[in-house]
């Protein structure tokens, strides 16, 4: 075996001289490849968030909805990929316009150079990819709120909005240079940019659809609509955690001195504080472990590390993720008192714990890491002072009232004009039937009709 | 109720001559007695309501009997007795409690098949007639209509012997079941040739404790770490407590398990207390506030939503929070809190048996 390997190295030796005996690379060569291979694989996994996102929101709603709640987060991807190349990125990222405190000019229809240009970390390909993933996740969130009435049709008037617009307006302001990174509003991977926004236009999403039919009692209280596979929603957990290192740990975007592996060690801790704080606080207070609250806790602890996850020490995380478990569970009490349904728990795992996430930072933020960073400067604890606290919630504001803004805006005219929920059979009959002609299971489904005799 | 309309009530359910009659009475007595429970000592007012209760039950087994000698098939071929189980054996039904029942009777000296027959159509008949009452049957078909439930003397004694040896799930549930059982009608020498042998077999199978013990707390007490009231979360009893299961259902089991342990053969909760006392098995201030947690739980009980289903006095034991009073709420968590201390006790010290 290894006569044969030496004879065969021997013979590509002879053959390939030139791989032999090839020029090293240059040193900073050598760091743009790692950089992007790590921004790729990051993108891979941010990518692969949507697995979760299929499985998080068919999970946790009917049989009857299951084909479409999956097959539209793929169908919705693959849009906004065509949307954010030919619209968001230049609004997010493209270059300075005449307002560039708002928003971003240029690059539209984006082409790249097809390799890294000299002294580049990375190839504007792969941050394209990358950048292109976090919209998509921010889309997916948004869904929470649709989910299990809206027409397909709004699906896609939506996405071109969200994805040409709205996401990139926010994550202009706050990673694309715009007013709110001059300010130094610390969002390390997006509990504001990615969750907030996505978990607001999923809530004006549910407002203007209203609750699904059999949520709530005429006496105001709610009826509990189950979702359909436990299992399903504990994987779709697995798998956004697994993701969720691309996210956080990505948005280093560069290997440099090893710093992704500390974002990544804070978000492990958080993402655990999230899920043992959930569980603990649903036992003590219904008496029950649910398992629903515990899943719940562990994504908004990850929600919530997600802002702070560069900027806090390890002890800080592990509170953020405790409060963050905890918060989630009184938050989906207060939107159900509040008659709002939110049937992915989207506004209280990515809206309450992405603020949380967000205010955070102004608390707990250290200076050295903040310097570290070369975004805004220490929190409340490190340096004593409130500028930052006071940043971040001007941020939280801003951003929440334009994305409240925007997609009332969007969604109310679209409402108007072509509707925005299915009819009350439809929604009866379930979506898979209503909007694709076939059931998810359908061993499972009867389509009405087939019953009847003839 | 005052006691002469009481009596004269008592007087006619005693002599209605069909099933319709006694229904009516049955309804005019709910109407009464649901005024006084607010105002009424919870104990009287549960005495009286089972005084009813067990007046309708007994006329209600004669009429079957007439029926049955009507039907020309005799009267009673061997002595037998009419046993209640469940609340109806505690002597703690509210106004709609169900059926649970079984019947005991003599060791035929020959035609056990003719006498099985009789006894079989004679349950049948009093099972619809108490369900023409407004008595919904056992959804456990514990019933002396189903041929299980009714036997005679010695195959009750095998059938216990047998729940002894293999002490399953069911078995042991069976075994406290009979533990609260009560002669309503009939020879209650049978009854207690009954229990002779529960408390015998009791005695020989030590280890069923242990069984008994998982069962009986397996209903948790719905108060949470901070002393909080676990209430319904969602669908149509959403803020509602379940007060059956959370709250009166463990405190009857708790002291049905520490009763049966010294061989105490009372089977109202209230009364089984006073044994233990007697017994020397609680001390008298335990007893007190436990006999006080009790009442309230008894009182809260008759409080739950009733629901009239074709014709049934049907109740699913859930008390919706809007109708506890401050005082009441707060009497209640301390009265879970007991529960669950008791609950405690009742571990340890049948544990401390064991080993």
């Known amino acids: 075996m290894i006569k044969k390997t030496i004879l065969a190295l021997g013979i590509f030796t002879l053959l390939f001289p030139v791989a ?21 694989l990051s993108f891979v996994l941010v990518l692969l968030m949507q697995g979760g996102f299929i499985l998080l929101e068919t999970g946790s709603t009917r049989m009857k909805n299951a084909g479409h709640v999956a097959g539209k987060t793929i169908f919705t991807t693959g849009l906004a990929a065509l949307v954010y190349w030919a619209f968001g990125y230049g609004i997010a990222f493209g270059g ?24 580049d970390n990375y190839p504007s390909t792969v941050f394209f990819l990358f950048q292109l993933a976090f919209a998509a996740v921010s889309l997916s969130i948004a869904w929470g709120g649709f989910a299990e009435r809206a027409k397909l049709s709004s699906y896609i008037v939506f996405t071109l909005f969200f994805v040409a617009i709205i996401y990139p307006v926010v994550a202009h302001w706050i990673w694309g240079g715009g007013w709110l990174a001059e300010d130094g509003a610390q969002d390390f991977a997006g509990s504001t940019v990615v969750h907030l926004t996505g978990a607001l236009a999923a809530f004006v999403a549910t407002v203007l659809l209203k609750p699904r039919i059999g949520k709530f009692n005429k006496d105001g209280s709610a009826n509990e609509i189950l979702g359909h596979n436990q299992v399903f929603t504990a994987l779709s957990v697995l798998l956004l955690w697994v993701g969720w290192f691309g996210f956080n740990a990505g948005s280093t975007v560069a290997i440099g001195d090893g710093f992704f592996g500390f974002v990544a060690f804070n978000t492990m801790l958080g993402a655990g504080a999230g899920g043992v704080a959930a569980l603990l606080i649903s036992w003590a207070v219904t008496g029950k472990a649910d398992i629903t609250t515990m899943l719940n806790g562990t994504l908004a602890g990850l929600v919530a590390i997600t802002a702070s996850c560069a900027f806090v020490d390890p002890w800080a995380a592990v509170v953020i993720g405790l409060v963050a478990g905890v918060l989630v569970f009184y938050s989906v009490k207060f939107f159900e008192k509040i008659k709002v349904d939110d049937p992915i728990y989207a506004l209280s795992v990515h809206g309450m714990a992405g603020i949380w996430g967000t205010l955070a930072n102004g608390i707990f933020a250290t200076q050295a890491l903040a310097d570290k960073v070369g975004i805004g400067t220490g929190g409340l604890i490190d340096t004593g002072s409130w500028k930052q606290l006071w940043v971040q919630f001007e941020s939280v504001v801003v951003v ?27 929604e009866i009959i379930g979506l898979d039937l209503s909007e694709h002609g076939a059931y998810g299971y359908p061993e499972q489904m009867k389509k009405p009709g087939h019953n009847i005799q003839n | 109720m005052s006691d002469p309309v009481r009596l004269q009530l008592l007087k006619q359910i005693g002599s209605a001559d069909h099933v319709e009659g006694l229904r009516s009475l049955r309804d005019q007595v709910h109407e009464q007695m649901e005024a006084l429970l607010p105002t009424h000592p919870v104990e009287q007012f549960n005495e009286q309501i089972n005084e009813v209760h067990d007046a309708v039950i007994r006329r209600s087994i004669n009429l079957a009997e007439a029926e049955m000698a009507r039907l020309g098939k005799g009267s009673p071929p061997v002595p037998y007795a009419y046993l209640l189980f469940g609340s109806g054996g505690r002597k703690e039904q509210t106004l709609s409690s169900d059926q649970d029942s079984g019947v005991v009777y003599e060791d035929p000296v020959s035609d056990s098949a ?20 407004g008595y919904p049957p056992c959804e456990g078909n514990v019933l002396s209509s189903n041929s299980e439930w009714c036997l005679s003397l010695s195959e009750w004694s095998r059938k216990l012997d047998h729940w002894f040896d293999e002490p399953a799930w069911e078995a042991v549930r069976y075994l406290l079941i009979i533990a609260d059982g009560r002669c309503i009608y009939g020879e209650s020498r049978l009854v207690d040739a009954l229990k002779d042998s529960f408390f015998t077999d009791m005695l020989n199978h030590p280890i069923i404790l242990q069984r008994m013990l998982d069962n009986t707390l397996r209903h948790k007490v719905l108060v949470g770490i901070f002393g909080q009231l676990l209430k319904e979360r969602y669908g149509e009893d959403a803020g509602s407590l379940d007060i059956k299961y959370g709250a009166y259902i463990p405190m009857v089991n708790s002291i049905r398990l520490l009763s049966v342990q010294v061989g105490i053969r009372e089977t109202a909760t209230l009364d089984r207390i006073a044994m233990l006392v007697e017994a020397g098995q609680m001390s008298e201030s335990d007893a007190a506030v436990y006999k006080q947690a009790f009442r309230l739980l008894l009182r809260l009980r008759l409080m739950t939503t009733e629901q009239k289903e074709d014709g049934l006095y049907a109740n699913n034991g859930k008390l919706s929070s809007r109708k506890l009073t401050k005082e009441m709420t707060d009497e209640l968590k301390s009265s879970l809190r007991l529960g669950k201390k008791l609950q405690r006790a009742v571990f340890k010290q049948t544990m401390g048996r064991l080993t």
């Open chain 1, 400 to 426: 929440g009232a334009f994305v409240l803004a925007a997609s009332f805006l969007i969604l109310g005219v679209m409402k108007l004009i072509i509707g925005f929920r299915v009819t009350e059979e439809q």
């Open chain 2, 114 to 133: 003719d006498v099985k027959q009789y006894f079989k159509e004679l349950s049948q008949i009093i099972v619809s007639n108490l369900q023409s009452v």
């Open chain 1, 96 to 119: 300075d316009s005449a307002v560039n405190a708002l928003f971003g000019w240029g690059n539209f229809f984006f082409d790249p150079s097809i390799t890294a240009s000299e002294g």
């Open chain 1, 20 to 40: 032999a005996f090839a020029e090293d690379p240059s040193a900073a060569t050598l760091n743009m490849g790692l950089n992007s291979l790590w921004v790729m």
